[in-house]
């Protein structure tokens, strides 16, 4: 059973950083496409960051030049390394992996920024 666990959310101060990580188990192939996705309350779930396989990566406009994603395949392992955080960056995030077209959630993790 795929399992896909996140770690590494909790309490910072603005302008401080934090750093995500999920960890895919129970995987016998190579994973495609990784990433993260947030949601704040009451917003819809946006996309943060991408990483495919071959390490091309995406950001969202609104955090690029401050999250980096980085994965390490040996691992299954997706990051997310937050610097600069903002309050509007306070959000559930999820880890996602793509494996044989189908999608794989974790649990989220919740990164609060306070002032």
């Known amino acids: 059973q795929v399992q896909l666990v996140e770690s590494g959310g909790g309490l910072v101060q603005a302008g401080g950083s934090l750093r995500l990580s999920c960890a895919a188990s129970g995987i016998r192939f190579s994973i495609g496409a990784m990433g993260w996705y947030r949601q704040a309350p009451g917003k819809q779930r946006e996309l943060v960051a991408t990483i495919t396989t071959g390490g091309t990566t995406n950001y969202a406009d609104s955090v690029k030049d401050r999250f980096t994603i980085a994965r390490d395949n040996a691992k299954n392992t997706v990051y997310l390394e937050m610097t600069s955080l903002k309050l509007a960056d306070t959000a559930v995030y999820y880890c996602?992996?793509?494996?044989?077209?189908?999608?794989?959630w974790g649990q989220g993790t919740q990164v609060t920024v306070s002032a």
């Open positions: 996602y992996a793509m494996l044989f077209a189908r999608s794989y």
